[in-house]
C-alpha cells in the first residue's frame, strides 16, 4: 500500500509539471494553429538560464530572468520568424510548424555545446530533502512542484476566463476570420500565448532537473516530448484536457516505473514508451482527445 501511495504522489507530481508543458503546446496551438516542436528546447533554454546565473542573481532572481528570457525568445521567433512573411495566416500553420523543427535543432545543438556532458545544478532551495506524509516519504521538490504548478494553472485558467486576451484567444480558436472581422487583432493574441508558453517552459524545467533528477542535462528538453502525447489526449485546443492528459501521463509513467519488475515481460524500457501507448490507445477510442469535440463541416 505504501508503495502504491508514493508512486500516485509521484504521478501526481510528474502530470502537474508536464501540465505546464502540454499547456504550452496548447496556448500556441489555440493561438496560432501552429504546433511548436521548438518547444523542448525552449524549456532546456529556461534551465540553462537558471543553471548559469543562480550564483550571482540567487534562485529566485535567475528563475526571474530566466522566465523573462525565454518567454521573450518564445515571443521573437513567433513575430520574427514565423510571421516574417506578413500577419498570422492560418493556412501556413503547416509550414510555421516545420519552421518551428528548425528552430529547435539551433536551439539545442548550441545549448548541447554548452552544456556537454555535465550535470548543471539550478540551485533550487529544496535541494534532496524529504518529509514524510503519513507513510509515504516524498521529495520536498515534488511537493513544490504540485503547489507551484496549481497556482501557475489557475492563474493561467483566469486568464483565459477574465481577461480580454483570454477572451480574444477563446474567439480566435473557435473561428480566426470571424474573430478578425469582429476586430481582434491576431498578432495581439498569438504573440502573448507564444511568450506565456515560453515562461511555462522555463518555469517546468526547474522541476524537471530538481531532485530526484541527477540536474539538469542536454537532454532535459526531450521530457517535453512526454508532454506532448498529453496534450494530444486531451485535445490540442483544450486547456483542460491538457491538465487531464498530463495527470493520466504522469500516474501511467509513475506506476509503471514502481512496478517495473512486475512488468518486465513488457521489456525495461517500457516506462519510456508506456506516455505513447497510453496516447494510441485512448485515440483509438476518442480519435479527437479526450476533451475535443467534433468539428462542424458545411457541406
Known amino acids: 500500500m505504501t508503495t502504491l501511495l508514493d508512486n500516485v504522489f509521484n504521478g501526481l507530481a510528474l502530470g502537474a509539471v508536464y501540465a505546464l508543458v502540454a499547456l504550452g503546446f496548447v ?3 489555440k493561438a496560432s494553429g501552429v504546433m511548436n516542436f521548438a518547444h523542448g528546447s525552449l ?9 548559469v546565473l543562480h550564483d550571482d542573481l540567487g534562485f529566485a532572481g535567475a528563475l526571474a530572468v530566466s522566465v523573462l528570457v525565454t518567454a521573450a525568445v518564445a515571443g521573437a521567433m513567433d513575430r520574427f520568424l514565423l510571421q516574417a512573411g506578413g500577419g498570422p495566416d492560418p493556412h501556413t500553420a503547416h509550414v510555421q ?34 518529509s514524510g506524509l503519513g507513510p509515504v516519504t516524498v521529495a520536498d ?5 504540485i503547489v507551484v504548478s496549481a ?29 478578425s472581422l469582429m476586430g481582434v487583432r491576431l498578432v495581439r493574441v498569438r504573440m502573448p500565448a507564444w511568450c506565456l508558453a ?17 540536474g539538469l ?3 532535459t528538453g526531450q521530457i517535453a516530448l512526454k508532454a506532448f502525447p498529453a496534450a494530444i489526449l486531451g485535445g490540442m485546443a483544450s486547456p483542460p484536457g491538457a491538465l487531464a492528459g498530463s495527470l493520466l501521463i ?15 515481460v513488457l521489456g525495461e524500457g517500457f516506462g519510456d514508451v508506456a506516455p505513447y501507448a497510453v496516447m494510441v490507445l485512448v485515440l483509438l477510442v476518442r480519435p479527437t482527445g479526450l476533451f475535443g469535440g467534433k468539428a462542424a463541416v458545411r457541406v
Open 198 to 214: 515560453g515562461a511555462l517552459a522555463a518555469l517546468a524545467a526547474v522541476f524537471l532537473a530538481a531532485f530526484p533528477a541527477p
Open 43 to 51: 524549456l532546456l533554454l529556461g534551465g540553462y538560464l537558471t543553471a
Open 217 to 219: 542535462e542536454r537532454t
Open 141 to 145: 521538490s515534488r511537493i513544490a512542484a
Open 27 to 29: 496556448i500556441i496551438f
Open 250 to 264: 504522469g500516474m501511467t509513467e509513475a506506476l509503471v516505473a514502481g512496478y517495473q519488475s512486475e512488468l518486465h
Open 151 to 179: 497556482v501557475v494553472i489557475a492563474g493561467v485558467f483566469a486568464l483565459f476566463r477574465y481577461t480580454p486576451w483570454g477572451l480574444s484567444l477563446r474567439a480566435a480558436a473557435e473561428d480566426v476570420e470571424a474573430a
Open 97 to 130: 510548424t516545420i519552421v518551428t523543427i528548425g528552430v529547435d535543432i539551433l536551439i539545442l545543438t548550441d545549448l548541447s555545446r554548452r552544456i556537454g556532458g555535465d550535470l548543471l545544478s539550478l540551485g533550487d532551495p529544496w535541494g534532496d530533502s524529504v
